[in-house]
Nanobody, 117 residues
């Protein structure tokens, strides 16, 4: 059973920073891509950032220039550095391991990020 364990969430003031971590129980390069999603109350889960196996990154327009996704293959860990946080970034953030369109991927349990003064 593959496990993805997120950490690093919390309460932060607007303009502040947080770094989320997602530790995988298997080689992160065995996934087609690793991604971060978020779900705010009453809203659908949305893609925040994604890093494919072969490199490159994708970001939601709302976080471009503020968030950075990265990975450490030696630690099987994916990170999401979040800067200049805004109240609208408040959500539960989930790590995802994508296995492609024909297979169900894996999800972490989520970590709460709250941006408030």
């Amino acid at each position: 059973q593959v496990q993805l364990v997120e950490s690093g969430g919390g309460l932060v003031q607007p303009g502040g920073s947080l770094r989320l971590s997602c530790a995988a129980s298997r080689n992160i390069f065995s996934f087609n891509a690793m991604g971060w999603y978020r779900q705010a109350p009453g809203k659908q889960r949305e893609l925040v950032a994604r890093i494919p196996r072969g490199g490159g990154t994708n970001y939601a327009d709302s976080v471009k220039g503020r968030f950075t996704i990265s990975r450490d293959g030696a630690k099987n860990t994916v990170y999401l550095q979040m800067n200049s946080l805004k109240p609208e970034d408040t959500a539960v953030y989930y790590c995802n391991g994508d296995l492609g369109p024909l297979l169900a991927g894996y999800w972490g349990q989520g970590t709460q990020v709250t941006v408030s003064s």
